[in-house]
């Protein structure tokens, strides 16, 4: 699963080959509009890739589970069919492809990304702003918050999995529940872990994927159940991660293997 940290990668493999250079062609036919002009950066917002070119043109591209960009040199084998590329952009001296992606449009400004909040990745990460917006969304599971792009762009599911299990936290407490100065410690830390991964190797699961096995801080199984209007698989330990409040939790699913304090 792309998470923000992978699209940040590929973007930064992209700029070289990219970046200053003109498009010679673009396929399909509906990104023609790019041939002649000049790529001027290569962007990220969250889980967004943007390459922008210099005729106020966007290509925006969101990779979800599937999708991945390959560069190689003019004439060079593709290692994936040509049928599955959805764009090609041939520039000087390098082609570009993206396969698998099951979001490619041409946009004009930030139209289809302006309602994200800061990258997580941000050098500058502002934690106070990002506290604001994920108060200005209301009560919600603090799991579910900490997916919701609006908030902080970028965060997947393995990340927040992660950051509320480090921090003794049920997915399903209510954040209205969470100090602003917890709210804010989950997002560093997911700031900063991100980060870490982006110089490393990937760093081992504590809980995510670990159903049934034993949490590694009490030894409790973890649970798993599918949490939001997504269902994304959640992983947590009943244990460690206790309820807090009185907010009860979704009804349990099959998938479910014990239940967290009430
Ligand atoms: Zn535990």
């Known amino acids: 699963m792309p998470e923000g940290d992978t699209i940040w990668r590929t973007a930064a493999a992209l700029r070289p080959r990219l970046v200053g250079r003109r498009v010679l062609s673009a396929r399909p036919a509906a990104l023609g509009r790019l041939a002649g002009a000049t790529v001027t950066a290569v962007d990220t917002a969250g889980k967004h890739l943007l390459v ?3 005729n106020g043109l966007s290509l925006h ?13 003019p004439g060079a084998r593709w290692r ?9 952009l041939e520039v000087e001296g390098a082609v570009a492809v993206l396969f698998n992606a099951p979001l490619v449009e041409l946009t004009r400004h930030d139209d289809h990304t302006s309602h994200l909040g800061p990258d997580i990745l941000a050098d500058d990460l502002d934690l106070e702003r990002v506290v604001r917006r994920a108060r200005s969304l209301g ?7 900490l997916l919701d792009q609006r908030v902080s762009a970028g965060i997947g599911n393995i990340w927040r999995t992660e950051a509320l299990w480090t921090h003794r936290i ?25 980060r870490a991964h982006l110089r490393g190797p990937y760093r081992r699961s504590a809980v995510h994927g670990r159903a049934g096995r034993n949490c590694p801080r009490c030894a409790t199984p973890i649970s798993v159940r599918a949490q939001g ?9 009943p244990s460690c991660q206790y309820q807090i ?18």
């Open 52 to 54: 922008r070119f210099d």
């Open 61 to 73: 591209t969101h990779m979800r589970m599937t999708g991945v960009w390959h560069t190689y040199a």
């Open 80 to 88: 994936k069919p040509e049928r599955m590329a959805r764009a090609v």
């Open 139 to 145: 009560d919600v599971p603090i799991g579910e918050l």
């Open 170 to 194: 049920n997915p399903w407490r209510p954040s209205a529940s969470l100090t602003d100065d917890e709210l804010s410690a989950l997002f560093a830390w997911a700031h900063r872990e991100m």
């Open 229 to 237: 209007a997504h269902a994304r698989l959640t992983y947590w330990c």
């Open 245 to 262: 409040t009185g907010s009860s939790p979704e009804a349990p699913s099959g998938r479910q293997r014990a239940s967290p304090r009430a």
